[in-house]
């Protein structure tokens, strides 16, 4: 069963949207990185098949951002997620998997642009 996995490596994470379909520097690492200069949380996720972390089927730099005195954030993935759109299956796994980060996250919006 494929599921999002935390990536923490910069040139790992550019590596695995470079090598997907449509990618966007919107998705790439030093965007997070600046995201994050400005009060937003990077949370780059890769979806992979397996225990094999070298052949991604999706990415997606989930941005979150913490809503004041409230326990719920808002989620923002800029023009992702990063997938094969043509596959059906596969585009149904990587939104079930954004909306189990949505909930885990306690987030009241997740945004996909």
Not at 13 to 34: E, I, K, Y
Not at 52 to 72: H, T
Not at 81 to 92: A, E, F, M, S
């Amino acid at each position: 069963m494929a599921t999002f996995k935390r990536e923490t490596s910069p040139v790992v994470w550019d590596q695995a949207v470079g090598g997907l379909p449509n990618p966007h520097a919107l998705q790439s690492w030093a965007w997070g990185a600046f995201k994050a200069r400005w009060g937003w949380e990077m949370q780059p996720l890769l979806l992979t098949v397996g225990e094999s972390r070298w052949e991604p089927q999706a990415a997606a730099m989930v941005l979150k951002r913490k809503l004041p005195r409230l326990p719920y954030c808002i989620l923002y993935v800029p023009k992702g997620p990063i997938l094969n759109y043509n596959d059906g299956d596969l585009r149904q796994r990587v939104l079930a998997e954004l909306e189990k980060v949505a909930r885990r996250e306690r987030a009241i919006l997740l945004r996909l642009t």
